[in-house]
T-cell receptor, first 114, second 110 residues
Framework: DTGVSQNPRHKITKRGQNVTFRCDPI?????LYWYRQTLGQGPEFLTYFQNEAQLEKSRLLSDRFSAERPKGSFSTLEIQRTEQGDSAMYLC????????????FGPGTRLTVL | EDQVTQSPEALRLQEGESSSLNCSYT??????LFWYRQDPGKGPEFLFTLYSAGEEKEKERLKATLTKKESFLHITAPKPEDSATYLC???????????FGKGTRLSVIA
């Protein structure tokens, strides 16, 4: 069990650019979640997948955001036309089958939009 | 709407000075209440899940308890390495996403 991994760990971009983050969940975890966390706040839910199916999206997930999990393994989160308000820590979590209540988080990707 | 409120926002303790963190919640049917620890610049680390009022869980110097309206995280004889932000989250029935509080930032001074 190597834990949830996320890449890159840090990303600095200019406003208007597109960025893509990757999350590799714990092996055999079928649920994968994306959260966003800003300074002084708890994580806020963005979206989640069960296997390759995207089952729920938050109202926070504007049409500039898109997430995929094409083979039910790793996932990508893309932000198009980034805005300064997108600056945050993007967290990925996964949970195992039959224990979908317990989510294990990765180290996060820190995005800074200049 | 499910809500989680944590208090205090920040807590400063001397090493060995026991205390409690509070998590008040409103949720439409509780499936589980979760405690996480988060160090600066890192992702949350899972500590406990509590499912029903009266339940208690322990891990080293930490003990979590649950009532119908709130949860407490008791820290006994804390050490400087316990310094972190402690997050509380709830999940309503039906596999809804976790709803987090803002956390309590704990500093333990040697």
């Amino acid at each position: 069990d190597t834990g949830v991994s996320q890449n890159p760990r840090h990303k600095i971009t200019k406003r208007g650019q597109n960025v893509t983050f990757r999350c590799d969940p714990i092996s055999e975890h079928n649920r994968l979640y994306w959260y966003r966390q800003t300074l002084g706040q708890g994580p806020e839910f963005l979206t989640y997948f069960q296997n390759e199916a995207q089952l729920e999206k938050s109202r926070l997930l504007s049409d500039r955001f898109s997430a995929e999990r094409p083979k039910g393994s790793f996932s990508t989160l893309e932000i198009q036309r980034t805005e300064q308000g997108d600056s945050a820590m993007y967290l990925c979590a996964s949970s195992p089958p039959h224990r979908t209540d317990t989510q294990y988080f990765g180290p996060g990707t820190r995005l800074t939009v200049l | 709407e499910d809500q989680v409120t944590q208090s205090p926002e920040a807590l400063r303790l001397q090493e060995g000075e026991s205390s409690s963190l509070n998590c008040s919640y409103t949720v439409s049917g509780l499936r589980g209440l979760f405690w996480y620890r988060q160090d600066p610049g890192k992702g949350p680390e899972f500590l406990f899940t509590l499912y029903s009022a009266g339940e208690e869980k322990e891990k080293e110097r930490l003990k979590a308890t649950l009532t119908k309206k709130e949860s407490f995280l008791h820290i006994t004889a804390p050490k400087p390495e316990d310094s972190a932000t402690y997050l509380c989250a709830v999940q309503a029935r039906g596999n809804t996403p976790l709803v987090f509080g803002k956390g309590t930032r704990l500093s333990v001074i040697a």
